[in-house]
């Protein structure tokens, strides 16, 4: 892995713990153990760009694995596979870690408009991998974007809520209404 890559996946670690305000280059150097000088070479438009390639390089993380689990063509598996990487991304951090696109989004400011762009990408990419998984099972074009905008959302709540609290049962309750509503919307005609 080039001294880049692990700068930008040591940034979204680092953010989905301290936020974007709350991490540094020096943060980002030690975590990833890249050159000092590395940083100004590789992110030349400052951190306003390491943090856009850490949320692209976060939504494409969990995209893919969402994906992955929509090509085995079980929509309610593919929402207890979403659910299942938050609950441990809280569990393995201790509740410390959250969604670095979250963190990202509610720190965008308007002089860097970049930053919610690409956050809307990312969880645009989420909300259309459930959305394609949602359709394969028969669900309307409509519904499926309804029910994948709850999925996203209703997950990075309750992800917030189970940091809040250091416990996943917010995010368990959720998944089961999750489930639910998923159900549900395969049973409706397409």
Not at 40 to 62: C, I, M, N
Not at 75 to 81: E, K, L, M, R, T
Not at 86 to 107: D, M, Y
């Amino acid at each position: 892995m080039s001294a880049k890559e692990r700068m930008v996946r040591s940034a979204a670690y680092l953010f989905r713990e301290r936020g974007y305000s709350g991490t540094g280059f020096r943060d980002v150097i030690a975590h990833s153990g890249a050159p000092r000088g590395s940083i100004y070479h590789h992110f030349p438009g400052g951190k306003v760009q390491l943090a856009v390639e850490a949320v692209r390089y976060a939504g494409d993380f969990v995209a893919a694995g969402t994906e992955s689990t929509i090509r085995e063509g079980d929509p309610v598996a593919a929402v207890h596979a979403f659910v299942g990487w938050w609950r441990r991304v809280l569990t393995k951090s201790e509740f410390q870690a959250g969604c670095p696109i979250a963190a990202v989004t509610v720190e965008s400011h308007e002089e860097a408009p970049q930053l919610a762009e690409a956050a809307a990408a990312a969880f645009a990419r989420w909300k259309e991998a459930l959305a394609t998984g949602l359709m394969a099972g028969g669900c309307s074009p409509e519904r499926a974007a309804g029910v994948s905008t709850l999925i996203v959302a209703a997950v990075e709540g309750a992800t917030i809520l189970c940091r809040a609290a250091h416990d996943t049962s917010a995010l368990d309750q959720v998944a089961v209404e999750l489930e639910l509503v998923v159900e549900s919307a395969l049973k409706a005609p397409g």
